[in-house]
């Protein structure tokens, strides 16, 4: 929740003078006093802020308070120069107003600060955003360098502005700046050539001379050292807690941000320059013939210095120092000018050049931060103006500031005055007219177009003939000696006669703010402000760009004979044009009070002050406010402030504000005279009034706090009470539950116990009860059983003689057989007809049926195996088969071929090319083709032969050439010989006088002996349509070779060379085949 605050919490003194009481010059400077003591430098009256130069800094413009002044109403928090910043700001963004800031008061009471603090605290609440800090950052920088080239050290001020400025910035419809624009008046130029005792010339010469390079210092011709130059004061050259060289880089840095070209910076320092140089030029009277003097330059070298840096012909300006040329209605005149006028003259042209410069400065810095767009823009001036002065030795300037303070304090009187009024009328309240004083009296003494001094001035300074600051004086004297704030000694008014604070050469002026005794001494030069056209030509000439631009009077095409306007002409019309514009806008104003002489920090001399309170009218101005009525207040905040004081308002109030209010005040005894009711404000007439109403306050706050503090104790201990309460239920149930947790545990365990024996003691009962029941039902069982046997055993036992056994048999053979059967289904053994396996006999009865039924499933599975064959394997197997009843038990070597299949053509001699002949030689189908050992009788050994079967006949031949040796039909083919043992020998046996017999038999040694017998055995019986060939199976046999009949002879026994069979040639008649012994 935001809290509410007001300007009257914690208020040291008043915060608003309005509210003094006793309001007197006593007691507002002793409020003013006791705020400054307490670091309190802002005070308000109504929305005027009076501000008290601390001249120290105070910790009151951190970016914290900047937050903690925005968008807070201007009676909320304690007096501050950032409230009305804000106010100004928000006025201007949220309700369209344009503003002006008007800061016055006198030299060092703090303007410049104060219009800097206020346009950095606009700067951190608007808008942000690229281009909108540029433009923030370009007004703010604006400041340093026309601080460095318009302010100088005074005696009053470090850091005195000698020139008054009013700078307008530009806001668009969101508040955020979009540029400005700054006016500059009446710079105090003279100070260029001369300044009083203590003080200095403006800061720019210091700084360039203590912070520019030496390189920089060398191109303008210029020497570090400050003696060097005559304009510029060695007094007090040096200023504490001013860093000249460290301003000269900060000026130069932000000359850069504001937008000067590099080229622009070094003109400017130029002209700076050639200002300098200027001072050094020195006249000596040179004697003429005709008795009067002549001025010449004493030493040409700083003239020809600074006609180097300004583009200068050196003949030119030196003429110019030397002659006048007077132009007259087609005539010219050109006179000599003595040292005397050499100096004016020289001392007119830097004075002009310099604040020529300050203009041109001014429209550049201008030029840069104008506004880019042209649509309508809010404006917020800010009027950083010289204050009201009253010195010793008071002249042309101290007049010319007056009149301006004048002016700005008519602009504020007649502004609070409407603004007052308008207020009131808004209000709705009648109008009771103020008193007070009106300065316009004096704004027309001085600026009265017929007879206002500064029109007898101007028509002095045009009059023909001699005219002096006397004869200025005596028109003054004779023209204004009834006016009521003129006083001077020779005047017609008898009443100053005899007054001898008023010398004979001065006139006074009762200005708003004092009298002030202004010397009429200069006021005639420094109002024609003359500089010789030599001079100006001269300037003109140069070739420097700039300088040419600050004298366009100088340009001989253009020759004005017309006096320019005078210096007084020309600052009315600005001061003219400066409360038009002000006069439009809605006016803010602070004013500025100086505490003491000395610059120093805590000091707070009195009437020091009390004259600036008269002076700046402050007093008036409370006056003002306090007229009608001395204070006002929106409803809604005053509601919320008082709404205490009454019952029915108190602590909520349900209906308008006013209402509130009204119900409030006529609770109260004030009497009703005190107060009225305006459309949004309550306005009270005397500040004692309000006191009472803050008094109420008060003590109701306290009696409130108490209750408070008593609700707040009572409702902290019932908390507390409550809670503790709270916690004990909480302790206590935990507490309990824990104990019955702890005493249940308990009795479940004892329960558990219990129960397990009570249980464990019913259930051997019961055992023991189902036990002999058990027992009982047993023995029951028995019992019967035996009864019944007994029983059915009496009753059939004549039926059971005759016929039980045979039945009993029957059952049981049957039982038998059928668990026989079962039994062999599982374990029947597989389908392989090699499997040998099959269950053994059960009971011996069966033996036959178990053979038998072996045999069966041996046949059936055989039959199931044989289905399984295709054409091809049938006859294989048929071959087999053939080979097994031949030689099965026969011939050793039989075993071993079993498992060999029957390839029948082993040399693939279909296939094979080298056989090609031998197969179209065979024109039957070839059966088998093998290489066999042909066994030669002679000697034993075997010759390789092919031995080719087919339907008809056996074929040998050749094994390498396949040339067909011999060819025996199968006809001829009687039987075949073979041996018992392992070997592979056998004999064709032939047919007595067939054909083929001639050689004899055939004896051949062959490794598929078994598949060719057989096949042989086959195709023999087959192609001789006989019933069989005859195999012999022997271990002797007789072999027919042509007449001889050799008897083959096979032995068992260890063979001589390895595991082969040998075969020998015994004698003519035997031949022994060794084999080896079967294992
Ligand atoms: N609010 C402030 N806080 C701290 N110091 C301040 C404040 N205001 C002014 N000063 C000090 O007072 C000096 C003079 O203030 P400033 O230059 O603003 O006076 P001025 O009214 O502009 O005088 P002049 O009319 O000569 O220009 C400043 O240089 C600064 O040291
Ligand atoms: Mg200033």
Redesign the pocket.
Known sequence: MEVKTSLLDNMIGVGDMVLLEPLNEDSFLENLRNRFDHNE?YTYIGSVVI?V??????PIYTPDKVEEYRNRNFYELSPHIYALADEAYRSLRDQDKDQCILIT??????????SK?VMSYVAAVCGKGQEVNKVKEQLLQSNPVLEAFG?AK?V??????RFGKYMDIEFDFKGDPLGGVISNYLLEKSRVVKQPRGERNFHVFYQLLSGASDDTLKKLKLDRDFSKYNYLSLDSAVVNGLDDATNFRTVRNAMQIVGFMEAEVQSVLELVAAVLKLGNIEFKPESRCNGTDESRIKDKNDLKEMCELLGVEQSVLERAFSYRTVEAKMEKVSTTLNVAQAYYARDALAKNLYSRLFSWLVTRINESIKAQTKTRHKVMGVL?I??FEIFEDNSFEQFIINYCNEKLQQIFIELTLREEQEEYVREGIEWTNIEYFNNAIICDLIENNQNGILAMLDEECLRPGTVTDETFLDKLNTICAEHQHFESRLSKNSKFLNDHSLPHNCFRIQHYAGKVLYRAEGFVDKNNDLLYRDLSQAMYKATHSLIKQLFPEGNPAKVNLKRPPTAGFQFKASVGTLMKNLQTKNPNYIR?VKPNDK?ASHIFTESLVRHQVRYLGLMENVRVRRAGYAFRQIYEPCLERYKMLCKRTWPHWRGPAREGVEVLMADLPVPAEEFSFGRSKIFIRNPRTLFFLEERRRQCLQDLATLIQKIYRGWKCRSQFLLLKKSQIVVAAWYRRYAQQKKYQRIKSATTVVQSYTRGWQARKLLRELKYQKRCEEAVTTISAYWHGTQVRREYRKFFRANAGKKIYDFIIQRIMQKYFLGLKSTVPSMSPIDENWPARPYLFLDGVHTELRRMFHLWRCKKYRSQFTEEKKAVYEEKLEASEIFKDKKALYPSSVSQPFKGDYLEISKNPKYQKLNSAVDEKVLLADVVNKINRANGKGTARIFLLTKKSVVLADQKTGQVKASVPLPDLTSVSVSTQSDGFFALRLKEGSASAVKGDFLFSSEHLIEIITKLHRFGATAADREQLNVDISDEFLVQFKQDKVCVKFVQGAPKNGNSVSCKRKNNRLLEVSVPTTA
């Open positions: 430098i501000s130069n601390p001249y120290r800094s105070l008061g006198e030299s060092g009471a703090g303007k410049t600060e104060a603090l302010n005074t009053r001020n470090d850091n005195s502005s950083d010289y204050g500025c610059k």
